[in-house]
């Protein structure tokens, strides 16, 4: 039994799927599986097993399991903290974040925190669902999370900060034709976060009743964002992010009756005395002039395959 396989059983239990979480770990499917199966054999029981209806559901022994196996990956980031430091190694600190953020604000707020600060620490960032990044960060896999506020939603579980004040739109081609009919009935460009039930995209499309066969997902924002251009349909935009392409007019505003909404962006941590040094660090400077003018600062867009995962793994078999 390894720390690594509790580690994804804990994420699979969180998660409810085995997919979800190796899109989580950045491994595939296969891997996890494995994981899992040590582990199984380990403890001679099943742990997981599918529902009838979809989905996983624990099996008792698994239902005990589930709280030890969280406290015992809490206390391998403490041990692992505990040995960079004494080794004079750099502080660590892992961000996820919603696509649209690690695609446009990411990549220059990290490199700014790192000039800033004045301790070593070993930034990280990725790219992961609502649901994953809370529980990435409850259970130490990784520091903090940027996007929606997730302390709200589990009853203090973690602590939500706002840090900027955003806006989400809607936005079309500057020369293509408003689209017939309600919103449910137009063709949806998004990225992932259009599938995401708690990110503000998906959040906008159940307001809006779009159903699936409405919705195209693209890779990235940006990807979405051209197809929009060239007349395909309809994108979710964060306003000040977007507005480059509108002054370029290749873009144009949509009104609809969900948009525009807030779309307050937070940091989402541990409560204080669980979480690490180097996240208070950056905590503080997320509050500071310099990084919301990088926020509110109109990035060019980087794809979110090319950010650095936030959680590093090796499966062991």
């Known amino acids: 039994m390894t720390v690594t ?14 997919t979800a979480a ?17 582990l199984r054999a380990h403890f001679g029981d099943p742990l997981i097993r599918r529902a009838p209806g979809g989905g996983m559901r624990l099996t008792p022994a698994g239902a005990r399991l589930l709280p030890v ?12 903290a505990a040995v960079r430091a ?11 974040a919603a696509g649209t953020l690690a ?20 930034t990280s960032f990725g790219v992961a669902t609502t649901n994953a990044m809370r529980a990435l960060v409850e259970h130490r896999l990784a520091d903090v999370a940027l996007g929606p506020d997730l302390g709200a939603v589990r009853g203090g579980d973690l602590v939500g900060e706002p840090v900027f004040r955003a806006v989400l739109v809607a936005v079309t081609g500057a020369r293509a034709p408003r689209p017939a009919g309600p919103p449910s009935r137009w ?9 995401d039930p708690g990110a503000d995209a998906g959040r906008l499309l159940r307001r809006l009743r779009v159903p699936e066969a409405r919705v195209r997902v693209f890779p990235h924002l940006t990807a979405a964002w051209d197809a929009a251009a060239e007349g395909a349909g309809v ?33 989402t941590v541990l409560p204080p005395g ?36 936030a959680v590093r793994v090796t499966l062991w078999p």
Do not use: C, K, Y
């Open 187 to 195: 063709t949806w460009l998004v990225d992932a976060s259009g599938t």
């Open 5 to 18: 396989q509790l580690s994804t059983f804990v994420l699979v239990a969180r998660l409810g799927s085995v």
């Open 86 to 96: 004494a080794q004079g190694e750099p502080d660590e600190l892992r961000v996820v």
């Open 235 to 267: 994108a979710p935009a964060v306003a000040h992010l977007v507005t480059p392409r509108l002054r370029r007019d290749e873009l144009r505003l949509l009104d609809t009756p969900g948009t525009p909404a807030d779309a307050t962006w937070h940091a």
């Open 69 to 80: 196996a969280s406290r015992m990956v809490a206390l391998s980031a403490d041990a692992e």
């Open 103 to 122: 695609e446009f604000v990411l990549p220059s707020l990290t490199a700014a925190f790192a000039e800033r600060t004045g301790r070593r620490i070993d």
């Open 22 to 38: 190796a899109r989580t770990l950045n491994v595939s499917e296969s891997a996890v599986s494995q994981a899992l199966g040590a």
């Open 274 to 309: 669980f979480r690490s040094p180097a996240t208070d660090v950056f905590l503080h400077f997320l509050r500071t002039a310099a990084a919301t003018r990088l926020m509110g600062a109109p990035g060019t867009g980087i794809t979110p395959s090319r950010s650095r995962p």
